[in-house]
């Protein structure tokens, strides 16, 4: 049979490439000891068209032998290589790397399961790699390398090429700055939820962001990955719909380009509309972005209204964005990601309409690389209510079978593809997204993901790999630990035994105390358990407390302990208020600001837990202080208001050492002193006056400031820990808790609030 058009996308670096490559990355982790690794890429090492490894050392041998199909496929098996027989730890935020002094025997070939393994998010470029430079992305990709990760998105500098292609037709510098957003929400403008928020970009980032793309997507290709470039997905600009200069009028009179007649009003003012049959309309509002006299530039997005015929518009912008990208990346690797339709409705719920949006954009698509394979985040087939089967069939099924791959976005707890019949045919990618804003937390639903890869395999549909599409990075990383080696099982594990052997590679040892408190942290969680692992880890002493995977899990699990007892005392204490017990509610809410306060403490010890160096990371791309103030709002304001006023609220809220003390902690201090003086005047507490006061005296001021915080954490993170734990301890017992004196009451005679919690 012929192979399926997808089959098509492959690694375009050749086998030299890529065996430098891995040797390369294998160096930056292992020093003068990555002589006693040697790396072979053979493509004819596993079943056609599978990702294959192969390990091979003898016990008199020095060195380990590491054969991969491709460069991916090396270093992935490198990777479990250290894991597995060597007890190393590689993650995002932290490292664990003792490796012994004779690098074990092995003998092991293990070949994917599925052809893809697909990484990122959309929003991941906000949440997460914003504020990157080359050194952050150098060691990510290494990182996407090491677990097996062969289909990335690469979205840096977009706006660089859109920006070079508006302008071309016409539009002016100061109409793109209030379109395109601010950098913590370009991920946003990009799928067309909003315009010019954040913004305007300054001149300076659109280079950086260009030049660092071109550093991303050679680096990946060079190991052996294939890049995911964006596509027009019908976003434009308000200006586009006005009458302007076009580049026709150049091209029409024969007149050169550097002619000062370009620049002359009288020539410009003879003005025509680009696209005169363009169709187009405003999509939105999305998450309370509206537009209004209020609101300048206008917030909400336009689209290009996509017919059946192949429009001037959406071919004339695909044709020049891709053939920018292929000029600017040295060619293009044929797999395009378009999202036509992010948590907003079409404008039609007609089946001709959405047939003819899908065929406009794969057939623009193909117009400019007649190998083009269109991939699209599944995320909206969520919305049930407008995606019916017959709706998503519609969309699905006007492009071509094996020239769409789907990505089954959130699969690990809402999959698509059985309610979607497979999607129609389509092959899809099963996704976990686990993670929204880049929040911390200790969360997951690995027995989801153990099995429901498997059982999505059996299925009888065309799954074609699988997928970590998390909107946020550097958090709770033992999920993501897990689910990148599931492309590589056929079968389901003992998620306890996975658990046990997730510890010993962690920390480099086995603490059988470490060990306990992972194999409890894998079952379901209550104030008690966090209590009992919270414990476990204080309890640790000798080397491993020196370990940085172990200071940053015992900050992070003392975190989470302490969050899950604020949401204890912050129940408690709302019981009190409605009940109208003034005592208690002061003893309730008094511990809460405590327990808060002992959270900023633990904070402050460890550096990935520090607002400051969020802060610093985004400033340190500033050329001018203008620069500077405008990339500190942005990084303020997506982590508190997320708009100019808290359209999305604490969405991407983060606890780190800073916004706990300055945000968090001051607002919580302000909301517990209305409900005090409520209380003791017997006035009814006004919601939305309180939201209105919060807002100018604590909100707004905050994304607005310019204070610096600490970038180096701040004393020890193990004795600061142990005096917490000494405070608290006896909160943690579920025999010595306060019980909730109004379990058992009437309903109580208080209003309940529309945002007692934020």
Not at 229 to 243: D, K, W
Not at 246 to 271: C, E, K
Not at 452 to 472: H, N, W
Not at 667 to 684: A, I, P, Q, V
Request: hydrophobic share 40%; with cysteine.
């Amino acid at each position: 049979a012929e192979a399926a058009a997808y089959e098509n996308l492959r690694p375009s670096a050749n086998k030299d490439v890529q065996q430098a490559a891995v040797e390369a990355l294998i160096h930056r982790i292992l020093g003068h000891r990555s002589q006693e690794v040697q790396v072979v890429i053979d493509p004819s090492l596993g079943p056609s068209r599978t990702d294959t490894f192969k390990l091979e050392k003898s016990s008199e041998e020095e060195k380990l032998k590491v054969t991969g199909s491709s460069g991916v496929a090396a270093a992935f098996g490198f990777n479990h290589y250290l894991k597995y027989f060597c007890n190393v730890h590689i993650s995002w935020e932290v490292e664990q790397l003792q490796v012994p002094e004779k690098l074990p025997p092995v003998q092991l070939k293990v070949s994917a399961q599925d052809k893809f393994r697909y990484f990122s998010n959309v929003c991941t470029w906000s949440y997460s790699y914003v504020w990157w430079g080359w050194e952050e992305w150098q060691k990510h990709i290494d990182w996407m390398a090491l677990n097996g990760i062969n289909f990335p998105l690469a979205f840096n500098g977009q706006e660089t090429i859109w920006r070079k292609i508006y302008l071309s037709l016409g539009l002016t510098q100061k109409e793109l700055d209030s379109f395109f957003t601010g950098p913590a929400f370009l991920a946003w403008g990009r799928m067309g939820n909003l315009q010019g928020w954040g913004g305007p970009l300054p001149r300076k980032w659109y280079e950086q962001q260009l030049h660092l793309n071109q550093q991303i997507v050679a680096a990946m290709r060079d190991l052996g990955m294939i890049p995911i470039l964006p596509a027009f997905a019908g976003h434009i600009p308000h200006a586009l719909t006005r009458s302007f200069l076009s580049i026709l009028h150049a091209d029409v009179l024969d007149i050169p380009s550097s002619s000062p007649i370009l620049s002359d009003p009288a020539f410009r003012l003879a003005s025509v509309r680009v696209f005169p049959d363009a169709k187009v309309h405003q999509l939105g509002p999305w998450a309370g972005f509206i537009k209004d006299k209020a609101c300048q530039p206008p917030l909400a997005s336009n689209v290009l209204e996509l017919k059946e015929r192949i429009t001037s518009a959406t071919t004339r912008v695909t044709l020049d964005i891709q053939q920018h990208q292929r000029e600017t990346y040295n060619g293009t690797d044929h797999a395009y990601n378009c999202d036509p339709f992010n948590e907003m409705q079409p404008s039609s719920d007609s089946d001709t309409y959405l047939k003819s949006v899908g065929k406009s954009i794969f057939l623009s698509m193909t117009l400019a690389d007649s190998s083009a394979i269109w991939v699209l985040q599944g995320w909206l087939f969520n919305d049930e209510s407008y995606w019916t089967k017959g709706r998503a069939h519609s969309l699905l099924t006007s492009v071509p079978l094996g020239h769409l791959i789907v990505l089954d976005l959130q699969a690990e707890v809402t999959p698509q593809y059985e309610r979607l019949d497979g999607f129609f045919g389509q092959p899809y990618i099963w996704c976990m997204l686990h993670d929204f804003g880049g929040v911390l937390g200790m969360h997951g639903d690995l027995k989801s993901v153990n099995l429901g890869v498997v059982k999505s395999r059996q299925y009888g549909a065309e799954m074609i790999g699988t997928g970590m599409t998390m909107e946020g990075i550097n958090q709770n990383y033992v999920v993501y630990d897990f689910m990148s080696e599931t492309s590589w099982r056929d079968s389901h594990v003992d998620i306890y035994d996975w658990a046990q052997g997730y510890a010993l590679r962690r920390y480099g040892t086995s603490d059988k105390n470490l060990a306990q408190a992972w194999r409890i942290l894998m079952g379901i969680h209550n104030l008690t358990m966090w209590g009992e692992v919270w414990s476990l880890f204080i309890k640790s002493e000798g080397p491993v407390t020196s370990l940085e995977t172990f200071k940053y899990d015992l900050v992070d699990i003392t975190r989470q302990t302490l969050q899950v007892l604020c949401d204890f005392y912050f129940v408690l204490s709302m019981s009190a208020f409605a009940y109208e017990d003034k005592h208690l509610f002061r003893v309730f809410s008094k511990t809460f600001l405590e327990i808060m306060a002992d959270e900023e403490k633990i904070l402050s010890t460890e550096k990935h837990f520090l607002l400051g160096l969020w802060l610093a990371s985004a400033k340190k791309f500033a050329t001018t202080q203008q620069e500077e103030a405008l990339y500190e709002l942005n990084a303020r304001n997506q982590i508190t208001l997320w708009g100019p006023t808290g359209e999305i609220r604490d969405y991407a809220a983060k606890q780190w050492s800073g916004i706990v003390r300055d945000y968090f902690a001051p607002r919580y201090k302000m909301f517990f002193t209305e409900l005090r003086e409520s209380l003791e005047s017997g006035k009814k507490f006004q919601q939305k006056l309180f939201d209105e006061q919060v807002f100018l005296q604590v909100e707004q001021p905050f994304t607005l400031q310019h204070q610096s915080f600490p970038i180096n954490p701040q004393g020890d993170a193990l004795e600061r820990a142990q005096e917490i734990f000494s405070k608290w301890k006896d909160h943690l017992n579920s025999t010595q808790l306060p019980e909730n004196p109004f379990s058992t009451s009437k309903d109580p005679p208080s209003d309940v609030f529309s945002r007692l919690r934020r």
